[in-house]
């Protein structure tokens, strides 16, 4: 595992209701918790996590994914609906994505 950054802990004040979203996914909260995903890695390969519409994703090196932000099928909650998400578009990245409370590890 590779420590891949730091989780955003500022991200939590964009959640709805504190911070007006009109999306319905809380867009703002995830754009926050993603930026700091966008960087190189240790060995020089590049990592990228995007968000365009219901659609996040996610790059390393030269594997490509996608994952959906699925209110319906997973929950109402946008800190689970990205985790699903970003966790399918790692899953077909082919690498292995881990969350904690602290910090996002990285398995290539």
Known sequence: MVKLCDVNQAAREKLPPTFTDKS????????????????????GTRVAC????????FTVGTKK????MRRLDVSKDPIVMLQA??????????????VTESEILLTP
């Open 24 to 43: 319905g996914i809380g867009v703002h909260y995830i754009d926050a918790f993603i930026k700091p995903m966008n960087k190189s890695l240790e060995d």
């Open 65 to 68: 994914g996608e994952g959906l």
């Open 85 to 98: 998400a970003l966790q399918e578009a790692a899953k077909a990245a082919g690498v292995e994505l881990q």
């Open 50 to 57: 995007k968000r365009k519409g219901l659609k996040i994703t």
